[in-house]
């Protein structure tokens, strides 16, 4: 595969930024399937301003070290192991719910912890 470098344009401020070819490498070995939407100083001030927030999107967690808003927790039980367990989400009859640990066990693996 051949990378040259490409002109994009910034989301935030409409400024015009090489993604060079290193970057582009990275990006592939990484697994990221899309370019950048940011210049690199939009890109490293949306970070400080996540980083700011404690790591939240607007307040709402995401995983990336803030803590979740409260939401509804539902009762449910294990389909694989019968254990009680409570989810994010109302159950259905139609579907399995699974407790966390048998989620884990049969959850398919991520792109990224097949390299």
Known sequence: MSFVDKTLTCRDCNAE??????EQEFYVEKGFTNEP?????????????RNADG???GGGGGGF????????M?????????????VPFQPKPDR???CNDCFQANRPPRQYDRF
């Open 17 to 22: 930024f090489v993604f060079t070819i290193g």
């Open 37 to 49: 939407s940011r210049c690199p100083d939009c890109r490293r001030a949306n970070k400080a301003r």
């Open 55 to 57: 790591g939240n999107f």
């Open 65 to 72: 070290g803030g803590q979740r808003q409260d939401r509804p």
């Open 74 to 86: 539902y009762d449910a039980i294990c389909s694989e192991c019968g254990k009680d367990t409570r």
């Open 96 to 98: 399995p719910v699974y």
